[in-house]
Every structure is written in C-alpha cells, then in structure tokens.
C-alpha cells in the first residue's frame, strides 16, 4: 500500500519559514520524481517545484529564490523548506510522486499553509 505523508504545515507569519515534510511508502522512492502541489481557495491545484531522481529540480517562479526542495533517498522523504512567506503563499500542500517510466502517479493527503499578514 502506497502512502505519502505529508506534515509541517502551520500558522506562520508573513517573512517567517516552514519545512513541509513528505513521508513515502510503499515505492521505490528514488525510482520518483517527487513534487510539491499547492491549491489555493477559488483557484487551480500549481505545481510548486518538483525535484527529480537525478535531484535536479525546478520552481514556480513565484517561489524562486524562497523555497527550496531537497529529498533524502535513505529516508524516503521530500522536504520543502519555505522562507520568506508571503500571504499568497497560503494554501493547502499536497506531495506528489511519478514514476515516469510507468506513467504512476500518487497524492498525499495535503498539509495546510496559513501565512498571515
């Protein structure tokens, strides 16, 4: 059974940082490109960076430079370090993972992001 688990998420204020966590099981974790989701009220699910098995990664523009992704294979975890938050950063956060070679897509449950002005 696949499960991706994501936690980290809070009340922040504007400027201040969080680290999203993402747990997987039940893969070949370094077999997946793993990604970082997030949807707003009102608005589309966006991607917000994705890191990929070689550890390449790339970023939403509006994140450039605030937000980094980093995985740790060993431990079957992607993280999102977020700083600099900003009131449009407020969302819930979904982790995601592919396996391109088959086409396999998997969600987490989501992780809420509250960054108050």
């Known amino acids: 059974q696949v499960q991706l688990v994501e936690s980290g998420g809070g009340l922040v204020q504007s400027g201040g940082s969080l680290r999203l966590s993402c747990a997987a099981s039940?893969?070949?974790?370094?077999?997946?490109?793993m990604g970082w989701y997030r949807q707003a009220p009102g608005k589309q699910r966006e991607l917000v960076a994705l890191?990929?098995?070689?550890?390449?990664?790339n970023y939403v523009d509006s994140v450039k430079g605030r937000f980094t992704i980093s995985r740790d294979n060993a431990k079957n975890t992607v993280y999102l370090q977020m700083n600099s938050l900003k009131s449009e950063d407020t969302a819930a956060y979904y982790c995601?993972?592919?396996?391109?070679?088959?086409?396999?897509?998997?969600w987490g449950q989501g992780t809420q992001v509250t960054v108050s002005s």
């Open positions: 039940g893969i070949i974790f370094s077999m997946y490109v």
């Open positions: 995601n993972a592919v396996r391109v070679a088959t086409s396999v897509v998997y």
């Open positions: 890191i990929r098995e070689s550890g390449s990664t």
